[in-house]
């Protein structure tokens, strides 16, 4: 209806009337935005040239202690008969911790009874052959004694009979040289000279028996004296077999006993600070049993697996940033940490797989890690009036600086690629 009532050059006219006035401002010198965006550039060129940045990553790495905790795993598998250690606990090198049963049982019983039953027999048996041989040795060597001592009685007897002898037949061989003046002399009668060397060849047939007779007492004295060594040295050898035997059947009792109870002992001195099974708890072989926390003077690092691209720039004496997961840096912040060393070869994948945070992935560059050692500044640090302490395996991540380059540099990075990968053969 209004289109009808006015003409349309009337209507477009209203549309296009400015109902103010229009103002125009002056603009800004030309110098002046030459001044300003000279200075911007300025500014700009000498941030690039003067200005550096430091490249950083952000590695993973572990809490470790020197001297380490410790482990101690259960060597069989049983089930545990007696605990002797509670957490917190202070215990030294040797102490008892746990006794496990890892013996056999049957329908007759358990088997490691019935052979320590059965050697205990065996020693007992052995026993009593030695306490028989002793006796035997005790009664044979005091027969031989006995003989030994009567052949030296007689020996010492014939000795002295053999002396008389010996004084009487040179008596009478003087007295036959007498005799024969006698004859001469017609003192005596050839009766009676007869008679006197008759005598005298009876007293030296007596005294040749006498001499044979000592002769015989030394050899037989000698062969019991003999006898007698020999005799001491059988029934020593009787025993001394008896006894390895004994020894033997013992090392058969430690053998069965070893299949029977064993007893975990504590591989170092230190504080119980977990213990994972109880009383009656069936174990595996390699089944944790307890963790031993070292006391004393405890040195604190950082275990960090630094990639290949790092190497070259990282070195002893350079600081990094440490986070621990525990202890969020959002409200506990930061850590200083310094490299004490780094390895010169890549960590093998059993060394790696001690460590419970290490991230290997899927890249082959990443297999390639490098340990580092990282000295810890701040050992323990007080949170709402609490004293928080770190300990070991405790996970970390830390930032560690690289390479430092004015900012040009950087912006030039991807030239240099380009140039790499463009240049030819180099040749020598």
Known sequence: MMNKLFRKEAIEYKKNHWKGKALLLAGMPSWIISLLSLIFLLILILTLIFCSYTQRIDVSGEVITLPHSVNVFSPQQGFVVKKHVEIGDLVEKGTPLYELDVSRSTVTGNVTDAMNAAISEKITNAEEIIAKISSNKTETLEALETQVKQYSDSLKETKVMLGNASAGLAKMKANLSSYDSYLKQGLITKDQYNYQHSLYFQQQGTYQSLISQKMQLESQLTQLKSDLVVK????????????????????????????????????????????????????????????????????????????????????????????????????????????????????????????????????QQELALYKAIIKIKDKSFFYNRKKLELSNGLKARAIVFLEERPLYMWMFTPLYKITQSVIGPINE
């Open 232 to 363: 001491a040295s059988d029934f020593d050898n009787q025993i001394s077999t008896q006894k390895n035997q004994i020894n033997d059947y013992k090392n058969q009792v430690v053998e069965s006993n070893a299949n029977g109870n064993v007893v975990i002992k504590a591989t170092r001195a230190g504080k119980i600070e977990s213990v994972s099974v109880t009383v009656g708890q069936m174990v595996d072989k390699g089944s944790s049993l307890v963790q031993i926390k070292p006391t004393g003077n405890i040195e604190y690092f950082l275990v960090l697996w630094l990639p290949n691209n790092s190497i070259p720039y990282v070195k002893p004496g350079d600081t990094v940033n440490i986070r621990y997961d525990a202890f969020p840096s959002d409200k506990f912040g930061q850590f200083p940490g310094k490299v004490l060393s780094i390895s010169s070869i890549p960590a093998s994948r059993q060394e790696m797989s001690e460590y419970t945070n290490v991230s290997t992935g899927g890249n």
